[in-house]
């Protein structure tokens, strides 16, 4: 059995940060690719940001130079600092770990999702 578990969102103010945490148990054996969805009401589910295990990032255009993603493999949790929020980036976000649990196969693993609002 493979939990993944969000931690970290919450009400911020347009300009304010927020950092979220994204922590992977259970019978891991590695973690390939982490990375960070949202979902806005009426929309659909967005990448937003991935790292790889060797530490590789890539950003949404939308979170360029906002948002910062990174890693502690020895915790298998990932990270998103949130910068500079905006009421756009308002959304229920996702933790995606893609996980192989001894093989050589990789699952992908969706956390609960936390919500983020950013609002005056």
């Not at 890693?71 to 949130?82: E, F, G, H, P, S």
Request: positive net charge.
């Amino acid at each position: 059995q493979v939990q993944v578990v969000e931690s970290g969102g919450g009400l911020v103010q347009p300009g304010g940060s927020l950092r979220l945490s994204c922590a992977a148990s259970g019978s891991i054996f590695s973690i390939n690719r982490m990375g960070w969805y949202r979902q806005a009401p009426g929309k659909q589910r967005e990448s937003v940001a991935a790292i790889t295990s060797g530490g590789s990032t890539n950003y949404a255009d939308s979170v360029k130079e906002r948002f910062v993603i990174s890693r502690d493999n020895a915790k298998n949790t990932v990270y998103l600092q949130m910068n500079s929020l905006k009421p756009e980036d308002t959304a229920v976000y996702y933790c995606n770990a893609r996980i192989s649990g001894g093989g050589i196969s990789y699952k992908d693993y969706w956390g609960q999702g936390t919500q983020v609002t950013v609002s005056s």
